[in-house]
């Protein structure tokens, strides 16, 4: 409750910044959705059986001059069956000030690091927000406060981050949910979610390689569950990490590793790398063709990507309506009873519309494996969406 008065609070202090309305540059989109579920739910799930549709609205407003950016991008969606789903945010909420070699930011706002496709193990400054997309490409606005300096010998990054958003998790009215009603979150700091995290990174390019080194100290986003006879307890412990993200370009050939050591509830190291391969113009036209392949490894048993390899293909078409489509592959290397496969198109209808179709499939057929809970969930996910 407190985090939601503060954040009304500074939208109403944005907003009264809007006099000058020549001065913002506005933009956004609006967004219907259509999820279809292949398999039926068990006799008295009160999830829907086939069908979940839901509507978007994401407005974003900016304004620049010669030594500041401000940035409001505000986030709604109505589900027609989870009551999670349905949720808001504001994603992002900043005013960055820059002089000479240096920035400072403070506000609300999104930051990603990672360069693998398959999952991004680096990516820890923003919380997932799991009830949007299953993938956790979709991140939750964070509190926080940037400084960058930007010098010859690299790009460095501090965050003093002081607030915990908790993970958004579907609920048993909707699909995709976990097989246990939800209880409410614990935590292992006393503070709870009013902790202050901080991270610091350095980036640099020499020569053909892209090089990111990081670390974070505070709140783990990943929550352990916890459990019990009365349903699932979402535990937040604290941690700290240690990651590298490094990718090189030769030519047609992109070479990427991502890889960390956390020490939460316990310690581990994980890895994913792999490469990228683009050819160029096949079957003498204008389309490209990506090949992936990325291995991950994670020393604990339970992991999704304990020892995975997957294997993936990028189409762009490279057209004036943007096609693409990726196709891939998430094999367990432990047991050929275990994988996960994926679709992703995308393309214009004209300057205001795009069309999105993903596919999902999962199975498993060992109980202690992450998504065996997900075996009958393979879903087709249909998006339109207008751009104003």
Request: with cysteine; net charge negative; aromatic share 14%.
């Amino acid at each position: 409750m407190k985090y939601t008065a503060l954040c009304s609070a500074a939208i109403l202090l944005a907003f009264s910044h809007f006099a000058d309305a020549e001065a913002w540059q506005q933009s956004g989109e609006i967004q219907v959705q259509q999820r279809i579920f292949v398999h039926s739910v068990d006799p008295g799930n009160d999830a829907p059986e086939h069908w979940q549709g839901s509507a978007m609205i994401e407005p974003h407003w900016q304004q620049v001059n010669d030594t500041s950016l401000t940035s409001v991008k505000l986030f709604a969606r109505i589900d027609s069956h989870d009551k999670e789903r349905t949720h808001w945010d504001i994603r992002e909420l900043s005013y960055l000030t820059y002089w000479d070699d240096y920035e400072l930011k403070f506000g609300i706002d999104k930051v990603f690091w990672g360069v693998t496709e398959s999952q991004h193990l680096v990516d820890v400054i923003n919380q997932t927000d799991s009830v949007e997309g299953f993938d956790g490409e979709d991140k939750l606005g964070q509190p926080m406060a940037q400084f960058k300096a930007v010098k010859d010998i690299g790009t460095f990054d501090l965050w003093l981050l002081p607030y915990f958003r908790e993970r958004t998790l579907p609920s048993r009215e909707g699909r995709l949910a976990l097989p246990a009603p939800l209880l409410d979150a614990k935590y292992e700091s006393s503070s709870e979610q009013r902790t202050l995290d901080f991270a610091i990174r350095y980036s640099h390019t020499l020569e053909d390689w892209d090089i990111g080194l990081s670390y974070f100290d505070g709140t783990n986003r990943d929550p352990y569950l916890q459990y019990t006879s009365e349903g699932i307890t979402p535990f937040y412990a604290q941690m700290w990490q240690l990651g590298t993200d490094i990718q090189g370009v030769f030519g047609d050939w992109l070479v990427k590793l991502e890889a960390i050591h956390r020490d939460s509830l316990e310690s581990h190291f994980a890895m994913t790398t792999g490469f990228e391969y683009t050819q160029v113009g096949i079957f003498d036209t204008v389309m490209d063709l990506g090949w992936i392949a990325e291995y991950s490894f994670d020393e604990r048993n339970n992991a999704t990507n304990q020892n995975d390899l997957f294997i993936g293909w990028r189409l762009a078409l490279n057209d004036m309506d943007g096609y693409e489509v990726l196709f891939g592959v998430n094999q367990d290397l432990d047991s050929h009873h275990v994988f996960s496969a994926k679709l992703e198109a995308s393309g214009r209808l004209n300057d205001s519309w795009k069309w999105q179709l993903d596919a999902w499939t999962f199975t498993s057929d060992q109980p202690s494996d992450p998504i065996y809970i997900l075996k009958d969930e393979d879903f087709i996910e249909v998006s339109l969406t207008y751009f104003f």
